[in-house]
């Protein structure tokens, strides 16, 4: 584990570093007092090898302006990544702070490199980083030295050593694909969508397993990504089939495109072909049919990252109880006998 994990450097650090007392590393932080180049090229050059990071809300107090808290995210298209950006953003606010959102392609290390960069010359007191499994956490990790941070975690590899929330697509997978079997269905289809590092999205592995748990050898999947146009390609391969009786797609909008399929193929939803989503978009009561789907709690998520992150009462959000549940609705039923 790099040591910036286990104890931030300090300022004293710093001028230990560099052969410098304290009131010369904080002149050179602060611009106050001219430093001669030779030493305030000696106090960045530890500063950069300890990974230090001047405190954000006391620089900022310095110059007379808010802190600043930083949020990376691959995207903010997805509904769950924007409904916690809007929670971040309302709570940063309220508790005086600015929000920088930084997004960042995980598949593109270099260019998160770089955008780190940008970040960290900003007065940041910390940084909320979404869909954390996603990036080379160990890069990430170099870049960001000693800034605090805070993560949403789907659950895969997570970070005892980083102060995290848990959402647990599996579990949620789970409990739709179960539903599903529960009222009849032999078997489950899937929608697969692509994820970072070539893996299998965590959704698709709670679908595989919740198969494997009752001895079902899963169908294969039909591939997607996550366009319309393509999830519309998905579901008329599927409504092709007349063996399928059951699907679950990674998340509601896949969902919508599919019942759309199914209609444009003369499959009727729920009685020909029964299908679920994920997440609880806020269409999903009002479309005809309503769709059965599981809500994650994005809310709680991006609310609970932000207060990990920024109060100094930590254990506040653990006694928080995100209003995660399964909404069976019209769009799945028993299957026809």
């Not at 650090?13 to 305030?40: C, E, K, N, Q």
């Not at 970040?119 to 869909?131: A, H």
């Not at 800034?147 to 975690?153: L, N, S």
Request: charged share 20%; hydrophobic share 45%.
């Amino acid at each position: 584990m790099p040591a910036d994990r286990r104890r931030p450097p300090t300022i004293t650090d710093v001028a230990r570093a560099a052969g410098v007392s304290l009131p010369t590393v904080s002149r050179v932080m602060t611009g106050s007092t001219p430093v001669s180049d030779g030493t305030t090229a000696k106090v960045r050059a530890a500063m950069d090898e300890l990974g230090y990071r001047p405190n954000g809300a006391a620089r900022a107090l310095v110059h007379g302006q808010q802190p600043i808290v930083g949020v990376i995210a691959p995207d903010t298209a997805a509904y769950g990544r924007s409904r916690m950006l809007t929670e971040i953003e309302d709570r940063a606010r309220a508790s005086g702070y600015v929000v920088a959102i930084a997004i960042l392609d995980p598949a593109d290390a270099d260019g998160v490199s770089a955008a780190v960069e940008v970040l960290l010359s900003q007065p940041i007191v910390g940084v909320v980083v979404l869909d954390y499994n996603s990036y080379d956490t160990v890069r990430l990790h170099s870049k960001l030295g000693a800034i605090p941070i805070a993560t949403v975690t789907n659950g895969a590899d997570a970070d005892a050593d980083v102060a995290h929330v848990l959402v647990d697509d599996r579990a949620a997978a789970r409990a739709v694909v179960d539903h599903l079997l529960d009222l009849g269905h032999r078997t489950v289809h899937y929608v697969s969508v692509p994820y970072y590092g070539g893996r299998s999205h965590p959704r698709e592995l709670g679908w595989r397993e919740a198969l494997d748990a009752r001895g079902i050898v899963p169908p294969g999947p039909v591939a997607s990504d996550w366009t319309v146009d393509s999830a519309l390609m998905a579901g008329a391969v599927l409504a092709a089939d007349a063996e399928v009786t059951a699907v679950f797609c990674p998340n509601d909008e896949i969902a919508f495109s599919v019942m759309r399929s199914m209609h444009d193929a003369g499959r009727r939803v729920p009685q020909d072909v029964s299908v679920a989503g994920l997440d609880d978009h806020p269409l999903a009561a009002s479309w005809v049919p309503s769709l059965t789907t599981y809500r994650l709690d994005w809310g709680w998520a991006g609310r609970s990252a932000l207060e990990l992150l920024i109060d100094a009462d930590v254990a506040s959000t653990a006694d928080a109880r995100p209003a995660n549940m399964l909404l069976p609705r019209e769009s799945t039923s028993a299957p026809l006998v």
